[in-house]
Nanobody
Framework: HVQLVESGGGLVQAGGSLRLSCVAS????????MGWFRQAPGKEREFVAA????????DYADSVKGRFAISRDNARNTVYLQMNSLKFEDSAVYYC???????????????WGQGTQVTVTS
């Protein structure tokens, strides 16, 4: 099992940037594909980005392609989400996730963090 703790959320103006971080503990970090989901009020939770175990493969939701970048540092047990050109509709609680299987291919991700709020003001 792995425990996930996110940080870096906050309030930002539209067009601005934020970087989310997620530190994992409890198991070998490189055994896990890592990713981010988000959930806005009144909406379903949605996939944002994923990165493979070694970091050589990434995947993004169409809504964030070209604006967000996921990366990982296996030496620091940390995954990042760099968010640029933020839009009002990016406002949501962002969740760090982990799974031993490639995340975009699974129906239900095994491990979730507690979430961090991102609010984009127009």
């Amino acid at each position: 099992h792995v425990q996930l703790v996110e940080s870096g959320g906050g309030l930002v103006q539209a067009g601005g940037s934020l970087r989310l971080s997620c530190v994992a503990s409890g198991d070998t970090f490189s055994n896990y594909c890592m990713g981010w989901f988000r959930q806005a009020p009144g909406k379903e939770r949605e996939f944002v980005a994923a990165i493979s175990w070694s970091g050589d493969r990434t995947d993004y939701a169409d809504s964030v392609k070209g604006r967000f970048a996921i990366s990982r540092d296996n030496a620091r047990n940390t995954v990042y989400l760099q968010m640029n050109s933020l839009k009002f509709e990016d406002s949501a609680v962002y969740y760090c996730v982990a799974d031993e299987i490639w995340i975009p291919a699974v129906r239900s991700v095994d491990f979730w963090g507690q979430g961090t709020q991102v609010t984009v003001t127009s």
